[in-house]
């Protein structure tokens, strides 16, 4: 004999896959109530307001949840008093910041009285079973669990890295000009380029932010398996530490500069890196192919070209494109980092290990400086000021002289490193 629990599971086996294979698109207006359910019962949770879980849940609602522990999966059931009850308990230490906190929302079918939702949450995955009653969409079965231990997306502990969970937190992606996106994080770019052929991901942040670039990719309405190619600025654990899990969601290829490739490859830096020893592993990543800087690289007629702008590691890229909409094409630049930032007795000015350090700073500001550059987006967007710039619209990405202003403020933070030195080694 089925319980009701067990009947919902059945229920949602056999159903979801009969809806997706049977699609039929209804109205926007029940697109909208839909979407609107969902995002009451998320938000019931995270802004502690329970009013909105007795107007989008049904009373008859059955719930199953998964929950990771040490000794595998706990099975947790629910029924509609005991969801009202945690959505006042949830949230109410704040521990959730209803700002940031996900809530990726996709409809996966949607029928005249039915519809199955896949929501991401800051507690795991729920699939939602929908239904039209008294003509209001509720819903009315849930099926979840926790967010399942990935070793390639697990993130830093507070005592390696104090600033990974600020960096991570999570971002709304947002068009930055026709076919382009932002698809990282608050602290952490990362850039997808879409086309008819397939599309081109540049960047992967942290370890931990691949899920989150994944489900902002999905939320613009693309398929992380539409990705074609994998780039990196450059091999460090807060750029390159997600793409190895990226990597195995998508089946994309992975390129990278000489020296970056074999950082990739190893998920280590070597020696020749000026943080050396101070920058975390990150998951090895394999199958790299090599390029040679100058290169573009294609993915059918979409094209990318390599520029090498070194110095903060030695195989560090930056990257530039057109993006092209009906009235004119802009020149975008995704820009590297330039700081000259080193382990404790590294220098610059004559490094043993990495002995072309300066000259190849100089050489990427003047590569920096000289790109068509309508648009600058940086692998730390604060250092572009993207945010400042974003609250102007659109327009606001755009600024002819971002890129020049760039070069001119590596220099002088570079110039005031090579002083330092001087200074430290004339004092010894």
Same mark, same amino acid.
């Given at each position: 004999?089925?319980?009701?629990?067990?009947?919902?599971?059945?229920?949602?086996?056999?159903?979801?896959?009969?809806?997706?294979?049977?699609?039929?698109?209804?109205?926007?207006?029940?697109?909208?109530?839909?979407?609107?359910?969902?995002?009451?019962?998320?938000?019931?949770?995270?802004?502690?307001?329970?009013?909105?879980?007795?107007?989008?849940?049904?009373?008859?609602?059955?719930?199953? %949840?998964?929950?990771?522990?040490?000794?595998?999966?706990?099975?947790?059931?629910?029924?509609?008093?005991?969801?009202?009850?945690?959505?006042?308990?949830?949230?109410?230490?704040?521990?959730?910041?209803?700002?940031?906190?996900?809530?990726?929302?996709?409809?996966?079918?949607?029928?005249?009285?039915?519809?199955?939702?896949?929501?991401?949450?800051?507690?795991?995955?729920?699939?939602?079973?929908?239904?039209?009653?008294?003509?209001?969409?509720?819903?009315?079965?849930?099926?979840?669990?926790?967010?399942?231990?990935?070793?390639?997306?697990?993130?830093?502990?507070?005592?390696?890295?104090?600033?990974?969970?600020?960096?991570?937190?999570?971002?709304?992606?947002?068009?930055?000009?026709?076919?382009?996106?932002?698809?990282?994080?608050?602290?952490?770019?990362?850039?997808?380029?879409?086309?008819?052929? %397939?599309?081109?991901?540049?960047?992967?942040?942290?370890?931990?932010?691949?899920?989150?670039?994944?489900?902002?990719?999905?939320?613009?309405?693309?398929?992380?398996?539409?990705?074609?190619?994998?780039?990196?600025?450059?091999?460090?654990?807060?750029?390159?530490?997600?793409?190895?899990?990226?990597?195995?969601?998508?089946?994309?290829?992975?390129?990278?500069?000489?020296?970056?490739?074999?950082?990739?490859?190893?998920?280590?830096?070597?020696?020749?890196?000026?943080?050396?020893?101070?920058?975390?592993?990150?998951?090895?990543?394999?199958?790299?192919?090599?390029?040679?800087?100058?290169?573009?690289?294609?993915?059918?007629?979409?094209?990318?070209?390599?520029?090498?702008?070194?110095?903060?590691?030695?195989?560090?890229?930056?990257?530039?494109?057109?993006?092209?909409?009906?009235?004119?094409?802009?020149?975008?630049?995704?820009?590297?980092?330039?700081?000259?930032?080193?382990?404790?007795?590294?220098?610059?000015?004559?490094?043993?290990?990495?002995?072309?350090?300066?000259?190849?700073?100089?050489?990427?500001?003047?590569?920096?400086?000289?790109?068509?550059?309508?648009?600058?987006?940086?692998?730390?967007?604060?250092?572009?000021?993207?945010?400042?710039?974003?609250?102007?619209?659109?327009?606001?990405?755009?600024?002819?002289?971002?890129?020049?202003?760039?070069?001119?403020?590596?220099?002088?933070?570079?110039?005031?490193?090579?002083?330092?030195?001087?200074?430290?080694?004339?004092?010894?």
């Amino acid at each position: 004999m089925l319980t009701r629990t067990s009947f919902f599971v059945y229920l949602i086996v056999v159903l979801t896959p009969y809806l997706i294979n049977n699609a039929h698109a209804q109205s926007a207006t029940d697109r909208e109530a839909v979407e609107q359910a969902v995002l009451d019962y998320v938000e019931g949770f995270y802004l502690v307001q329970p009013e909105r879980i007795a107007q989008s849940v049904s009373r008859q609602l059955a719930k199953v %949840g998964y929950v990771q522990s040490e000794d595998g999966y706990r099975e947790v059931p629910r029924t509609y008093e005991q969801l009202y009850r945690g959505s006042q308990r949830y949230n109410a230490d704040g521990h959730v910041d209803p700002e940031t906190a996900p809530k990726v929302i996709e409809i996966l079918d949607l029928l005249d009285q039915i519809a199955v939702v896949k929501l991401s949450a800051a507690w795991g995955i729920d699939y939602l079973n929908l239904a039209k009653q008294d003509g209001r969409w509720k819903v009315i079965n849930v099926l979840w669990q926790t967010y399942p231990d990935d070793p390639l997306t697990q993130p830093y502990p507070d005592s390696l890295c104090s600033n990974c969970k600020g960096w991570n937190a999570p971002q709304q992606p947002f068009l930055i000009h026709k076919n382009s996106y932002y698809v990282g994080t608050r602290g952490l770019s990362a850039i997808l380029i879409t086309s008819p052929d %397939g599309h081109i991901l540049i960047d992967g942040a942290l370890p931990d932010s691949a899920p989150l670039i994944l489900d902002s990719i999905r939320s613009l309405g693309f398929e992380p398996r539409e990705i074609k190619l994998i780039l990196n600025s450059h091999a460090h654990y807060d750029h390159a530490g997600g793409i190895a899990a990226i990597q195995q969601a998508t089946g994309a290829r992975v390129a990278a500069s000489p020296k970056s490739a074999s950082v990739l490859e190893s998920g280590s830096a070597g020696p020749d890196d000026p943080q050396y020893r101070v920058h975390l592993d990150f998951p090895a990543v394999p199958r790299v192919k090599r390029f040679t800087p100058g290169d573009t690289l294609y993915v059918g007629g979409l094209g990318i070209r390599s520029h090498a702008t070194a110095g903060h590691t030695p195989g560090g890229t930056s990257w530039s494109w057109q993006s092209c909409d009906d009235t004119r094409c802009v020149d975008v630049v995704y820009g590297d980092s330039q700081t000259p930032v080193s382990a404790e007795g590294f220098r610059f000015t004559d490094s043993e290990a990495y002995p072309t350090a300066i000259s190849d700073f100089k050489h990427g500001h003047s590569i920096l400086e000289q790109l068509p550059c309508d648009i600058l987006i940086t692998t730390h967007p604060g250092a572009s000021a993207l945010w400042d710039r974003l609250t102007k619209g659109p327009e606001g990405l755009i600024d002819t002289q971002a890129c020049k202003q760039y070069a001119t403020n590596a220099r002088a933070r570079l110039a005031k490193r090579i002083q330092q030195e001087a200074e430290a080694a004339g004092g010894q």
